[in-house]
């Protein structure tokens, strides 16, 4: 080196090679490297560290920890509230008409065989949606700047569908995000969409393997590719003689989410954007509180029916969203989104509401109180309701879990202040502490401020009891499997593997049920794990009976440190092929998630 006169010869050294590590790290992320890919090439060693080659020696962000980031004030924004998607009928849909098998001329892609129940296509008794996943800029706060993202139709939340029991749905997902070639920065612009909790058939499933892209020679109608998601909306048991066409209604679905679940990419993808709400109604659960069908629950409905979409998030010093992509542990945020708003405020009438809660992640878990210490009162388990509501003073959410909770300000001043908290405590993407903070030391989300000039009629109930719960009948059960969450070779596996595309882990035959252990055995790290398909129940959780917001159907098994938890499952109705993985995201891109097949 040559330094001025009196300047020590490894002045700036740090400096520079901070800069290489930065550079590097920012080549290996604009080159579309999955974490596999760097284990592959000797860049990434077990516990999440680049190796000291080409100035990579530091851990993730830079090269004196990670990224914080910049301050915001909270409870400058209101909540936003998606509006509910206008379904379309047939003739507004662009592009070419729906068919059975995929239409590869057309521009079809990510559909390796044709929809199972194309019986039930009618395009006079369904609803169609088209989905454009395309680069939007989004404001996460008005004192940060515009953060580009990936978006359904440009809006975050995505399109909120409100569906209906035995009325299907088809959802068009189109492709226009910037070509693999083009793509800088996190993420793989080749998504595929899944429906989270649907009981759907194989081939709309959103399996990781289907992906779709952006067509760069414009050589469709739409753009880019695209695939049609056929719903049948139909509750599990429809093709069950002893419950006829309209299955077991005790099966039937609530709230649900649909999000990207490319391969390797799938935390990358939804950090950037890609996810929408999926509601569905029935005869019981209308929609309507002014119902006078006796029948008819009455939940909080209209205006009163609001959607709440936890994400944490990190920013960059430049304030952009930011990405670890080599934390291998699981990534939180340090800034708490609600529906896309860091720490807004809301104002509510005094009457009740009821609040759709949802976790998309990354990794992290929350447990919520409200700040003046009210009950609330817990109507669902993921996207499927109690057998009764459950008056609490918490709940708690892993990743990907949902709630449909009822908050009543009925009783509270106008001008009355209360918050949402997370007592959670929860230091890195491991999973939670354990600890569950005091109300004052929890963190703020969001600001409910009752307002007396809003109108407060209330016509809504809550009844007794939802629908009871379907047995779990040993006597169906044809086999039982485990497997076990862990750590093999530097990464994430299942009964020590990584997840193979081109391995069936499990093979379980139409209309019958199995007994499926989840267990853990990575050590310090919890599991959200997600099972595709049809919910289980749980018989047990470390050989105890399981608490009682788990005394339900359910499709997350939030996986303490080293638990066992047993689950019953079915699968009915359609064949094909699923995945299994955790729903901290960040495991799952790394690789831990197995693919069965549901046979004849």
Same mark, same amino acid.
């Given at each position: 080196?040559?330094?001025?006169?009196?300047?020590?010869?490894?002045?700036?050294?740090?400096?520079?090679?901070?800069?290489?590590?930065?550079?590097?790290?920012?080549?290996?992320?604009?080159?579309?490297?999955?974490?596999?890919?760097?284990?592959?090439?000797?860049?990434?060693?077990?516990?999440?560290?680049?190796?000291?080659?080409?100035?990579?020696?530091?851990?993730?962000?830079?090269?004196?920890?990670?990224?914080?980031?910049?301050?915001?004030?909270?409870?400058?924004?209101?909540?936003?509230?998606?509006?509910?998607?206008?379904?379309?009928?047939?003739?507004?849909?662009?592009?070419?008409?729906?068919?059975?098998?995929?239409?590869?001329?057309?521009?079809?892609?990510?559909?390796?065989?044709?929809?199972?129940?194309?019986?039930?296509?009618?395009?006079?008794?369904?609803?169609?949606?088209?989905?454009?996943?395309?680069?939007?800029?989004?404001?996460?706060?008005?004192?940060?700047?515009?953060?580009?993202?990936?978006?359904?139709?440009?809006?975050?939340?995505?399109?909120?569908?409100?569906?209906?029991?035995?009325?299907?749905?088809?959802?068009?997902?189109?492709?226009?995000?910037?070509?693999?070639?083009?793509?800088?920065?996190?993420?793989?612009?080749?998504?595929?969409?899944?429906?989270?909790?649907?009981?759907?058939?194989?081939?709309?499933?959103?399996?990781?393997?289907?992906?779709?892209?952006?067509?760069?020679?414009?050589?469709?109608?739409?753009?880019?590719?695209?695939?049609?998601?056929?719903?049948?909306?139909?509750?599990?048991?429809?093709?069950?003689?002893?419950?006829?066409?309209?299955?077991?209604?005790?099966?039937?679905?609530?709230?649900?989410?649909?999000?990207?679940?490319?391969?390797?990419?799938?935390?990358?993808?939804?950090?950037?954007?890609?996810?929408?709400?999926?509601?569905?109604?029935?005869?019981?659960?209308?929609?309507?509180?002014?119902?006078?069908?006796?029948?008819?629950?009455?939940?909080?409905?209209?205006?009163?029916?609001?959607?709440?979409?936890?994400?944490?998030?990190?920013?960059?010093?430049?304030?952009?969203?930011?990405?670890?992509?080599?934390?291998?542990?699981?990534?939180?945020?340090?800034?708490?989104?609600?529906?896309?708003?860091?720490?807004?405020?809301?104002?509510?009438?005094?009457?009740?509401?009821?609040?759709?809660?949802?976790?998309?992640?990354?990794?992290?878990?929350?447990?919520?109180?409200?700040?003046?210490?009210?009950?609330?009162?817990?109507?669902?388990?993921? +996207?499927?309701? =109690? @057998?009764?509501? $459950?008056?609490? /003073?918490?709940?708690? &959410?892993? #990743?990907?879990?949902?709630? *449909?909770?009822?908050?009543?300000?009925?009783?509270?001043?106008?001008?009355?202040?209360?918050?949402?908290?997370?007592?959670?405590?929860?230091?890195?993407?491991?999973?939670?502490? +354990?600890?569950? =903070? @005091?109300?004052? $030391?929890?963190? /703020?989300?969001?600001? &409910?401020? #009752?307002?007396?000039?809003? *109108?407060?009629?209330?016509?809504?109930?809550?009844?007794?009891?939802?629908?009871?719960?379907?047995?779990?009948?040993?006597?169906?059960?044809?086999?039982?499997?485990?497997?076990?969450?862990?750590?093999?070779?530097?990464?994430?596996?299942?009964?020590?593997?990584? &997840?193979?595309?081109?391995?069936?882990?499990?093979?379980?035959?139409?209309?019958?049920?199995?007994?499926?252990?989840?267990?853990?055995?990575?050590?310090?790290?919890?599991?959200?794990?997600?099972?595709?398909?049809?919910?289980?129940?749980?018989?047990?959780?470390?050989?105890?009976?399981?608490?009682?917001?788990?005394?339900?159907?359910?499709?997350?098994?939030?996986?303490?440190?080293?638990?066992?938890?047993?689950?019953?499952?079915?699968?009915?109705?359609?064949?094909?092929?699923?995945?299994?993985?955790?729903?901290?995201?960040?495991?799952?891109?790394?690789?831990?998630?197995?693919?069965?097949?549901?046979?004849?």
């Amino acid at each position: 080196l040559t330094t001025p006169k009196g300047v020590h010869p490894m002045a700036g050294w740090k400096q520079q090679m901070t800069e290489t590590a930065r550079k590097n790290r920012v080549e290996l992320v604009d080159a579309k490297l999955s974490r596999r890919d760097l284990f592959k090439m000797g860049l990434l060693t077990s516990s999440g560290f680049l190796v000291a080659k080409m100035g990579l020696s530091s851990r993730a962000a830079t090269a004196a920890g990670s990224v914080v980031s910049p301050p915001t004030t909270p409870w400058l924004e209101e909540l936003p509230i998606p509006p509910v998607a206008r379904p379309l009928q047939l003739t507004e849909v662009p592009g070419p008409a729906p068919q059975q098998l995929c239409n590869e001329a057309g521009g079809e892609r990510g559909r390796p065989d044709g929809h199972q129940y194309w019986n039930h296509f009618d395009p006079d008794n369904m609803d169609f949606y088209v989905n454009d996943n395309r680069p939007a800029q989004a404001s996460w706060h008005r004192e940060l700047p515009l953060d580009d993202v990936w978006l359904f139709n440009g809006m975050f939340p995505g399109p909120r569908i409100h569906a209906k029991v035995d009325r299907p749905v088809m959802v068009r997902y189109c492709c226009n995000l910037p070509s693999l070639a083009d793509h800088k920065g996190y993420g793989r612009p080749t998504p595929t969409t899944h429906l989270h909790n649907g009981h759907t058939e194989s081939e709309s499933d959103g399996n990781p393997l289907d992906m779709i892209e952006y067509s760069r020679s414009g050589s469709t109608e739409l753009g880019g590719y695209w695939k049609d998601h056929f719903y049948l909306n139909k509750r599990a048991g429809f093709t069950d003689p002893k419950f006829g066409p309209k299955g077991d209604i005790r099966e039937t679905m609530s709230t649900m989410w649909y999000h990207d679940h490319c391969l390797d990419f799938t935390s990358q993808n939804v950090y950037r954007g890609n996810m929408g709400l999926y509601s569905m109604f029935n005869e019981f659960d209308t929609g309507d509180e002014n119902d006078t069908n006796p029948a008819a629950w009455r939940l909080p409905s209209g205006a009163f029916d609001v959607p709440l979409v936890f994400h944490d998030r990190v920013f960059d010093p430049a304030g952009k969203g930011y990405f670890d992509l080599f934390n291998l542990d699981g990534i939180i945020g340090d800034k708490y989104t609600v529906n896309g708003k860091i720490q807004p405020f809301m104002r509510v009438a005094r009457r009740k509401y009821r609040f759709r809660m949802l976790n998309i992640g990354t990794s992290r878990f929350y447990n919520f109180f409200l700040s003046n210490g009210q009950s609330m009162v817990q109507c669902s388990h993921d +996207g499927n309701m =109690l @057998p009764k509501p $459950l008056v609490v /003073k918490n709940v708690r &959410f892993s #990743v990907a879990n949902r709630s *449909d909770m009822i908050i009543d300000f009925s009783k509270l001043a106008s001008g009355t202040v209360l918050y949402l908290v997370n007592c959670q405590e929860q230091t890195d993407g491991r999973g939670p502490t +354990g600890k569950i =903070l @005091p109300l004052q $030391l929890g963190t /703020k989300v969001l600001k &409910f401020i #009752v307002d007396g000039t809003l *109108d407060a009629t209330d016509n809504s109930r809550i009844p007794t009891k939802f629908f009871d719960l379907p047995p779990v009948n040993r006597a169906e059960v044809v086999t039982e499997r485990t497997f076990v969450f862990d750590r093999t070779n530097g990464g994430w596996s299942v009964n020590g593997k990584q &997840f193979d595309e081109h391995v069936i882990t499990a093979s379980p035959r139409q209309n019958t049920a199995e007994i499926w252990n989840i267990v853990n055995n990575s050590g310090g790290w919890m599991h959200p794990i997600h099972v595709h398909f049809e919910e289980h129940q749980i018989i047990s959780r470390n050989g105890k009976t399981p608490p009682a917001d788990e005394i339900a159907r359910e499709d997350v098994v939030w996986l303490g440190h080293g638990e066992t938890v047993k689950t019953f499952r079915r699968f009915r109705d359609f064949t094909g092929r699923y995945v299994t993985h955790c729903h901290n995201v960040v495991h799952e891109d790394h690789a831990m998630m197995f693919q069965w097949k549901i046979v004849p």
